[in-house]
């Protein structure tokens, strides 16, 4: 059973920077593509941008792309979630997920991945 930790979530000002970090335990981490999501009150579970098992490939959801940056550090069995240029319509609760498998691409959809986080709150004030 892989284990994901978030953290590094809290509140910044708009324009601001914050990394999150998902911590990943239990199972070999390279045999895992990653994917960040986030949840805001009252919408549905979004797609945030994912990475590759081997960091090879990235893909980001279009508000975020330029502003985020996924990256992993497989010595570490961490993800981390890069955000600069923060607006106020990022926050929400912020999830990390994995999916097992030797594709070298990741996954937009978030029934693709078996295992979750239990999320880090991430606020930006206007």
């Known amino acids: 059973q892989l284990r994901l930790v978030e953290s590094g979530g809290g509140l910044v000002q708009a324009g601001g920077s914050l990394r999150l970090s998902c911590g990943a335990s239990?199972?070999?981490?390279?045999?895992?593509?990653m994917g960040w999501f986030r949840q805001a009150p009252g919408k549905e579970r979004e797609f945030v941008g994912c990475i590759s098992r081997i960091g090879d490939n990235t893909y980001y959801e279009d508000s975020v792309k330029g502003r985020f940056t996924i990256s992993r550090d497989s010595a570490k069995n961490t993800m981390y979630l890069e955000m600069n240029s923060l607006k106020v319509e990022d926050t929400a609760v912020y999830y990390c997920?994995?999916?097992?498998?030797?594709?070298?691409?990741?996954?937009?959809?978030?029934?693709?991945?078996?295992?979750w986080g239990q999320g880090t709150q991430v606020t930006v004030s206007s």
């Open positions: 997920a994995a999916k097992y498998g030797r594709a070298t691409y990741c996954y937009v959809a978030p029934n693709e991945y078996a295992y």
């Open positions: 239990g199972r070999t981490f390279s045999s895992y593509t």
